[in-house]
């Protein structure tokens, strides 16, 4: 049994260091593509190009994101009351 708790304990450790690695790449992503741009002359390629283009839609994110955070908040609760109560 200890061979098997040592195994699923690897297990573990080995897909949260996966999710956190993820999560830092989707962060660089995001940063390089939200905020890098603006400080930079990135015109060599058509990528730079295109974010730099479209650099206007990220100031909207955060603020139409908060509305749906809300609607996903009550949704979350209502669904909790319901399994609660049926």
Request: glycine letters at 6%; a positive charge.
């Amino acid at each position: 049994m200890e061979v098997t708790a040592t195994i699923l304990s690897y297990g573990s450790r080995v897909q949260g260091w996966f999710f956190i690695m993820l999560g830092s790449i989707c962060f660089l992503g995001f940063l390089y593509a939200a905020i890098l741009p603006r400080f930079l002359m990135i015109r060599e390629n058509h990528v730079g190009i295109a974010i730099q283009s479209a650099r206007c839609y990220y100031c909207y994110l955060v603020p139409l994101t908060l509305p749906i955070l809300v609607v996903a908040v009550y949704f979350h609760w209502l669904s909790m009351k319901l399994f609660k109560h049926a």
